[in-house]
């Protein structure tokens, strides 16, 4: 079972937000430079960056589904 709260920890954590900062950065600057003919290269770089972003999505969601199970409206 996943525990919310170890996932907010994790989404919380400063050296965890500064190295997925980092990858995305890595990845927008091979972007970036990337040879104009490159496109295969590009594309990769574009599903890595969309790709960490879909993670922190994810774990933010698991994060919040104890907010959003406490502020559900009972019938």
Known sequence: MIEEESIQRIVDD???KE???DL???HVN???N?????KQSREICYMRI???NE???????IADGKKIE???WEF
């Open 50 to 52: 969309t790709t960490v």
């Open 34 to 38: 990337s040879d104009v003919d490159d």
């Open 14 to 16: 400063a050296s965890f």
């Open 24 to 26: 995305v950065k890595t």
């Open 19 to 21: 190295a997925m900062a």
């Open 55 to 61: 993670i922190i999505a994810h774990l933010q969601s």
């Open 70 to 72: 406490d502020n559900k």
């Open 30 to 32: 091979m972007l970036i």
